[in-house]
């Protein structure tokens, strides 16, 4: 097991939403609030960055190199999470890092930002072992981080996050769980927390990027790999119901989805993205509205940043 390098305030609060419940109309609507992590505004990623420095510290690395989008949340939690640990940082960065609010984040954290000038996400993860390589044979020990952290020692934040929330629930038993999928690390670590503990809930994996049969196999073996890390049960595959939101493209939303955020920002105050949040958060509606006296848990996973950009663009063109 990895040493933890400790970032986050935890437990993150979970909390009901009696407002939201009373407009919708439905039954209880459990959150867990990663959004209030409280290591700059890096929502779930702030977990697996935890083990991923631990790691990277053990091995002596003085430079983290990783890879993502102009958006990504991960790429600027981890040059922030660098930085306090005492480590540079670089970022592979397909796309245009120019306005990108994320981006700056990481530059304001002291990140060199590499561009590829390209619109490539899968080469990026090649791209940053290169450099990662290259600085190493130089004489600068650097380690490489995968898009997103979703390694099998990333995975392990979310095997400890399965554990707090059991503690939370204290015996109270949700009918599903529901929290978006992007690079899978953090459904994966959870599924492998949640049979190590015993907790025996199904786990909902809302797809934003990728068809549910690719998103299955590898979420299911990086869960796998993060169990046998921990030396416990592999978690039941069974355990895992993906549901395709991939819908009108990668950080685009339905209008139902835009209607939900919407209701969630004006009963609770909040803010949800349009890449992750929103779409988890309507997929944890239809289950309650589906079986309505059920309680679902739906985990609010961060995306604050993208969030608040998004209103501050949508209102040049309307009025939310
Ligand atoms: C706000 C937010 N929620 C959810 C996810 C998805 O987590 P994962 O990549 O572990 O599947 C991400 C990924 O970057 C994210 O930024």
Redesign the pocket.
């Known amino acids: 097991m990895t040493p933890r390098f400790p970032l986050a305030v935890l437990p993150t609060p979970l909390v009901e939403a009696p407002r939201l419940s009373a407009a919708l109309g439905c039954g209880p609507l459990l959150v867990k609030r990663d959004d209030l992590v409280g290591f700059g505004v890096a ?3 702030a977990r697996p960055l935890e083990h991923l420095v631990g790691a990277a510290r053990l091995a002596g690395a003085q430079v983290l190199v990783t890879g993502g989008g102009p958006g ?3 790429c600027a939690a981890a040059a922030l999470a660098a930085r306090v640990a005492g480590m540079r940082c670089e970022i592979v960065l397909w796309g245009d890092p120019e306005g990108a609010p994320n981006v700056a984040l990481a530059r304001a954290a002291g990140a060199c930002v590499r561009p590829t000038g390209r619109s490539d996400r899968e080469e990026v993860d090649a791209l940053a072992a290169e450099r990662a390589a290259e600085l190493t044979a130089s004489g600068t020990p650097a380690v490489a981080v995968p898009r ?1 952290g ?1 390694t099998a020692v990333g995975a392990l934040g979310f095997a400890d996050a399965a554990a707090e929330l059991a503690a939370q629930l204290a015996g109270r038993r949700p009918s599903a769980v529901v929290l ?8 994966a670590g959870l599924l492998a927390g949640m049979a190590e503990c015993g907790l025996d809930v199904p786990v909902v994996g809302v797809s934003v990027s990728r068809p549910p049969e690719s998103v299955r196999a590898s979420v299911l073996a990086l869960a796998r790999e993060c169990a046998a890390l921990r030396g416990t049960v592999p978690p039941d595959p069974a355990q895992l119901r993906l549901v395709d939101a991939r819908g009108p493209g990668f950080g685009r939303t339905t209008a139902l989805e835009d209607e939900r955020a919407r209701l969630a920002l004006h009963t609770e105050g909040w803010l949800l ?1 349009t890449t ?2 929103a779409e988890a958060f309507s997929a944890a509606v239809d289950l309650l509205l589906a079986h309505p006296p059920d309680p679902v848990l739906w985990w609010h ?3 604050t940043v993208p969030a608040v950009a998004h209103i501050e663009t949508a209102q040049r063109g309307t009025t939310p």
Do not use: I, R
């Open positions: 929502g779930n990623k990504s949340n991960f997103g979703s978006p999928v992007g690079s899978g690390g953090s459904v993205d992750y949040g996973t961060g995306g």
